[in-house]
């Protein structure tokens, strides 16, 4: 059987973007690896292969940038939780598991690019600038969601259980991004699935 030709290099790869989508894959390299604050447009446009003049033509100005590209990101999670309620659509405790997996599962880019919601908070210290108020409301969304969850689950207190799981899995983010736990997938997953248990999930429904 003949061999897959091997996957092309980012410059390759970007190249064959439309400008929107270079300017945010430059955008997400850039300001995972330096910060929102520290990134300017003209670093931002160069790594792109494009112009300053061009990406204001597609974002009128880099909050307007650092919002979308957030938003995307935010999306990603939404579409896993939707995907576990979709393949689990009674069940609780599996989706909560499958959504503690999705999460495991992602912490070693994690590890090597770090959290960009992390990454972002540090860089946004205006409560209420635009990209700032996107990542508390998603991540007001995923907490309600995983209340839901706990509640179909038959969690005695679902409200406690899902703030109680949400700590674990930024816990593991944060652990995962500087190193300090070995195994933070593993140990994510043993320990909400102690948290279902405590909760009178009794291993299942």
Request: charged share 30%; with cysteine; proline share 5%.
């Amino acid at each position: 059987m003949a061999s897959s030709p091997p996957r092309p290099g980012r410059d390759t790869r970007v190249a064959r973007l439309p400008p929107r989508e270079r300017i945010l894959d430059a955008a997400e390299e850039l300001f995972l690896r330096e910060g929102v604050r520290a990134v300017g447009v003209q670093a931002i446009a160069e790594r792109a292969k494009t112009t300053k003049m061009a990406l204001y033509r597609h974002f009128v100005t880099k909050d307007a940038l650092i919002e979308e590209w957030l938003r995307i990101v935010a999306a990603g999670y939404s579409t896993a939780f939707d995907r576990t309620e979709a393949e689990h659509p009674v069940d609780g405790r599996a989706q909560v598991l499958a959504v503690t997996r999705f999460i495991a599962e992602g912490l070693p880019d994690i590890a090597r690019r770090g959290c960009p919601f992390v990454n972002s908070i540090a860089g946004l210290p205006d409560r209420e600038h635009p990209a700032r108020r996107l990542i508390e409301d998603h991540k007001a969304t995923q907490l309600r969601r995983l209340t839901g969850m706990c509640e179909r689950a038959g969690v005695r207190a679902p409200e406690e259980a899902a703030a109680e799981i949400t700590f674990l899995m930024e816990g593991a983010q944060i652990s995962a991004q500087n190193g300090s736990v070995d195994r933070a997938g593993e140990r994510l997953l043993t320990a909400v699935e102690g948290v279902l248990d405590r909760g009178g999930t009794g291993g299942g429904r």
